[in-house]
């Protein structure tokens, strides 16, 4: 049973075991989620979607589909101006205009009475194709002569970049050792449990308002407007209880929002549509697959003098968020260690296959498992323990990265130790493997938009003596709402249980980016903690102003029942009256400085940033290359932490995704059509293949996150894929270079076999 | 559809008669369910006659529509038909062991059906009724009619039960199987033996491994090969070699490549014929 907050105020262990009220209606089965939402008169809207990799739409004939009674409107692309949209480049449109470019991509839709109409009717449309060659492997897609996906992107490249800084050309002559290798990842879920689920609402006096669980709920509002063509103050959203996010509802499924939009327009009544588990592994957007060719150079003492990365990333059909998960998979490990030369190059290219976007970590895990593998084979070949290797090498406070990150808290060194230590690095069992993997993260981005670098909350002293705070930072089961409810009351003085987090209604929610990047409780929180601490300063004039002779707030007492504390709820009724209406109100806007970030990318993109070293320990099987997951060692610089048991949870939660990724998961595909979509084939890990992990956090601080505090979300998932990787080559020998690390490449690797 | 539940033996035969055509037998429906649903579903798992778990005349009757669990947790069979236990312990998850049953195991034919593996290897019978009330009884293993299919009509037969002779004081037997992850997995290969051993010899071996065939597969020269032979480690070594040399395998993009198939299937029947001699071995 939970503790109630007065049992945990008296054992003072709030900032330890506290949990928002969120989490116990989920445990109780009684959370309300976006796939159970109801409402009078919803119709159901079902896609028909293109059986082909590429394919020309001859015609789409949906009269047959329009009679069938209990259907109340068919839609195609010619209820949408045939102009792409996209959140980074600009190359999807929600039904297609001629032409299909996946199997799954979206080609006319309806809304019906009940699910099962809805299904007949899109089975009902008659579309006519003429196949298209297609084209399934970015270094094909790349290939001169090769069929093209989008005409404004000649050479199916969406997005690239060249990146040089220093001489690495130079460094690399001057090296006493060059290590290089080549990584394959696939493609990536977030398999989130819920999948994604919308309810659009139209009505001429309000606008549109869309009823899904978001992450980001203002950035999608953003672009549905911008599609629909209706102005931002008309589309809101109104968010119920997300089952699971892990990056893949940043922006959900931009298409099945704008689609149900466009039904509910249409029809005048509300209309529901999700993803069933199939199309969201057919027609959702998974992390892309990536190639990685890494080249480093070193001296002889360990000392990294250079990088060189050529990496692939494929695309899929259309870009979604795949630009900047590119861009972090290129860049953000340079930042690992010190590397003063660096060159890289990375093309996201286009194939006929679902389009791809983001996970837990915007692909810094992906480039964790190559470029930390790569680390230990430098390690191996001059004989120089790996550990020894990444502390000689490893970013430290005040450092600035060869990116230009500035580093103003990192206690990435004992990280490393303390991972090392706890796993036994010293004293290791023999049979037994063993692999370290460090990481840097950001925590959000104030270069993202320039212009919007920050977070605001909204304080408010409510007629009762409570306080709600106004944000558009969202909880996911992440436990931000925890983290903003303490960090609240502690600027507030007053015991949590007077706090109540508000953030699910863009209508009365302050503008945010939401949860991406580890922004919530560092951003957000920071801005939580400005807008507290604003009200408690206006509650404190005001009380002088009232002629109260008490003017301290403090745990437990707010209805002045100890003489010299403040009654609020008397308090807030005094400026009630005598504003005719108005409460107090905390506005906190944390603006972080502008940063020096240039045109090629260099400079400082977050207002700090965290740091994690991970250790496993593994077994393997020499007769099958079955791999025994013995322990993680997840050690984190995270700051200090604001609520214990959340930030377990983000470790337990995210190792375990890392373990999915390196052992068990990614995209099977045959000649474009996804090979596993569903959980029997797409296998994550059960309960039964996660090993024992073992948490620790070096508290240090931070001068920029509130109390002290950086994020921990998603770099969480990022070091476990090196340090298994690692464990791996430590036992048998060699490294597994793609994932998923299986047995039978384990196998395949000591046995000597060529591939077949 | 309509869902009807027999309380006794006579009115499933009745119900069976009563609609031809229209109606299958269903049990923990685990796998009927993901494929169609008849019109008419005769669920028997409430008859005496496919939940009993005894031994009669020196054998095991197990009933047809006992689940994966109670199969598992019976400590007759754990003791003396150990690769059956192994077997239906390690199916799918609590979840679909707690429904799923040992005739729909064999009856739903699935290449690697891991209960239907043990239940070749060990040997055992089949009892079905059919309309007119009468009784038969088949070897498990001439079951098979082809993928996913068993000369049984589940739509005019009721499998009743399963009858497998306990392992003597000298004989042993283990199962043991191979997946992706630990629970939740189909196997990449599957493989259950049954061994008798005397003076530090097999007098016999019953050796089974899947997929391979649509039914389980018996590797029937080595088997032949392993009579009189040594419980040594060289005869293990043997066992790997030439059961890999045995069978063909396929490939499969979910799984495996048919090259570490075909090595899995060596390692395996290696594990369960020594895993089974160890067996026969502590007993005495
Ligand atoms: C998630 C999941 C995981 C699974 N994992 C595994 C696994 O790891 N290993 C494995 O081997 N299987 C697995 N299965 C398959 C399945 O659970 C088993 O095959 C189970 O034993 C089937 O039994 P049932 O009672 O549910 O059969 P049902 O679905 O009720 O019936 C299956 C077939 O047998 C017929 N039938 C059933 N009982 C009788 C009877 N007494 N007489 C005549 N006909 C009958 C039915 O008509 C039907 O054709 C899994 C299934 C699921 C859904």
Redesign the pocket.
Known sequence: MPKDLETLTREKKVETDFQSSEVWAKVAGKAVYGIDLILPGMLYGKILRSPHPHARIKSIDTSAAESISGVRTVITAENFSCKPYGIVVDDELPLACGRVRYIGDEVAAVAAVDWKTAEEAAKAIKVEYEVLPSVFKPEEALAEGSPQLHEDFPGNVAWQRDLERGDADAAFGDADLVVESAFSIPAIHAAYLEPIACVAVNDNYTGLTLHTALQSPDSVRTIVAKVLEMPLSRVRVVGPVMGGGFGGKVYGNLNLYIISSMLAIKTGSPVKMLLTREEEFIAGRPMIAAEIKLKMALCRDGTILARESDIITDNGAYSAQAPWVSKTISERNDSVYRIPNIKTRVRLVYTNKVPTGQYRSYGNQAANFATESLIDMAAKKLGIDPLQLRLLNCTRKGDLTVHGLQIKSCALADCLQAAADEIGWEKKIRGRGYGLSAAIHANGSIVFDKNFRGASALARLELDGRVTIFTGEQDYGQGAHTAFTIIAARALGLPPGLVTIQSRDTLISPFSLGALAMRQTTIGGRAVQLAAEKLREKIEITAVEAGSESTGLREGAVNGSSANLIDLAALARYYHGKTSGLNLVGEGKYVPEESDYDESGYGNISVTYSFAAHAAEVEIDRTTGELTLHRIVAVHDSGRIINLLSAIGQVYGGVTQGLGMSCYEGYLFEAGRVANSTF?DYKIPTSLDVPVIDYQFVERGDPEGPYGSKGLGEIVMVPVLGAIANAVADAAGDWVTDLPITAEKIYQLMAGWECE | MSYLKALNLRQAVALLRGNPGRI????????????EMPQVALD?TALPE?TGLETADGFFSLG??L??SEIANSHPVRHKATALTEACA????PQ?RN???????V??A?P?????VALVALGAGAV?INLEGKTREEAVEDLYAGFNQTI?D?GS????KLVIRPCAANEGSSFERF?SRKA????MVNGAARVEVVDGFFRSVRLVLAPINPAPTRLLNLEEKLQGAPVTEETYKKIETEAAAEVEVRASLLRCTAQYRSHLIGVLAARVVRKAAERALERK
């Open positions: 029997a | 299958r037998v269903v049990a923990g429906a685990t796998d009927l369910s993901l494929q028997i496919t047809a529509a689940t994966h390690s199916i799918g998850s679909i429904v799923g049953t040992l005739g729909g195991n009856i739903n699935a690697a059906a891991d209960a239907a079905m049984i589940s037969e009721i499998m009743l997946a939740l997995a189909l196997p």
